[in-house]
């Protein structure tokens, strides 16, 4: 399954909703937090789905729970540690290689 892509206008704002979740804008145009079905409009961050947050120059991949960053500028987003590489991460799941190749045919 291809990972989905967020866009954030900071890499704050991305890091707090890819823990709670968050609506589109364009679901309040219809809807509202006393709808009895609201949580149905939640998009959830999901392992493996990009962040982009152009205001920084910050590209993240979610990794299990943390959002972490793909490209030299890191926001507030986790880095790997020295025992991690992309390579290692991907070498436990495939799951992190398409977001890698996005971010190579994006940032070039």
Same mark, same amino acid.
């Given at each position: 399954?291809e990972?989905?892509i967020?866009h954030?206008?900071?890499?704050?704002?991305?890091?707090?909703?890819s823990?709670?979740?968050?609506?589109?804008? *364009?679901?309040?145009?219809? %809807?509202? !937090?006393?709808?009895p079905?609201?949580?149905?409009g939640?998009?959830? @961050?999901?392992d493996?789905?990009?962040?982009?947050?152009d205001s920084?120059?910050?590209?993240?991949?979610?990794?299990q729970?943390?959002?972490?960053?793909?490209?030299? *500028?890191?926001g507030?987003? %986790?880095? !790997?540690s020295?025992?991690?590489t992309?390579?290692?991460?991907?070498? @436990?799941?495939?799951r992190?290689?398409?977001?890698?190749?996005?971010?190579?045919?994006r940032?070039?």
């Amino acid at each position: 399954m291809e990972p989905k892509i967020h866009h954030f206008k900071s890499s704050a704002r991305a890091y707090y909703l890819s823990q709670t979740g968050y609506f589109s804008e *364009e679901w309040f145009d219809t %809807h509202s !937090l006393d709808d009895p079905d609201f949580d149905e409009g939640m998009i959830e @961050v999901k392992d493996g789905d990009i962040l982009v947050v152009d205001s920084e120059n910050v590209i993240g991949i979610m990794v299990q729970a943390w959002p972490t960053a793909i490209t030299n *500028e890191c926001g507030v987003f %986790h880095l !790997l540690s020295n025992e991690w590489t992309w390579d290692t991460l991907d070498g @436990v799941s495939t799951r992190y290689h398409s977001p890698l190749e996005w971010k190579s045919s994006r940032v070039g």
